[in-house]
């Protein structure tokens, strides 16, 4: 059970040009999110979704795309990098009762170190 | 807009004793408040989760104490060790699957 997988671990990009993140989780979870964490500023939610088909906005989300065609998969895509795209970047799984009351917990990836030049 | 505030930023402490690290948060409607450990250069783990119902959870030497009311939470580390030694996290969650991090408390553990 490898839990949530992101590759690449280290990404060196100069500005204006395109990547892709790649995230994958195993566990089945119904939920996944993205986050970039940076010095004094702490985790962010940049995009998250609540299942295959939907995602929706987090509190930074300005020059990320998402796209969630499979339950195990949430690439994050860079359109455009900038140098403040610069940060450490995690995905993260979770899942709730059949009800959709208590969340029972979030599973996060080991990250993703992006550097833009 | 949710506030997450860990107090203190940076403690370090003698091998052997107790300690509590605290997170307070604005806005009491959340649905759950979990901490997570962060080792240098590494992601998140999931140390405690408590429900928005529930006071309190325990995991061996870790307790994790909820107070919605007054928008706080500890989380006590008994006999603490070295291997104890990582930046600890407080997370609240806020409908929709969105996680509001405060900054994290980074401890010491000295030998």
């Known amino acids: 059970n490898a839990g949530v997988t992101q590759t690449p671990k280290f990404q060196v990009l100069k500005t204006g040009q395109s990547m892709t993140l790649q995230c994958a989780q195993d566990?089945?979870?119904?939920?996944m999110s993205w986050y970039r964490q940076d010095p004094g500023m702490g985790l962010r939610l940049i995009h998250y979704?609540?299942?295959?088909?939907?995602?929706d906005q987090g509190e930074v989300p300005n020059g990320y795309n998402v796209s969630r065609s499979t339950t195990e998969d949430f690439p994050l895509r860079l359109l455009s990098a900038a140098p403040s795209q610069t940060s450490v970047y995690f995905c993260a799984s979770s899942y709730s009762d059949t009800t959709g009351g208590l969340n029972y917990g979030y599973t996060f990836g080991s990250g993703t170190r992006l550097t833009v030049v | 807009k949710q506030e997450v505030t860990q107090i203190p930023a940076a403690l370090s402490v003698p091998e052997g004793e107790n300690l509590v690290l605290n997170c307070s948060f604005t806005?009491?409607?959340?649905?759950?408040l979990q901490w997570f450990r962060q080792d240098p250069g590494k992601g998140l783990t999931s140390l405690l989760l408590i429900q928005s119902s529930q006071r309190e959870q325990t995991s061996g030497r870790l307790n994790a104490s909820l107070d919605k009311s007054s928008g706080r939470s500890t989380l006590y580390i008994a006999a603490s060790q070295p291997g104890d030694s990582a930046t600890y996290l407080c997370a609240v969650q806020q409908g929709a699957q969105k996680l509001v991090f405060g900054q994290g408390t980074r401890l010491t553990i000295n030998p």
């Open positions: 806005d009491s409607a959340i649905y759950n």
């Open positions: 979704s609540v299942g295959a088909g939907i995602t």
């Open positions: 566990m089945n979870h119904e939920y």
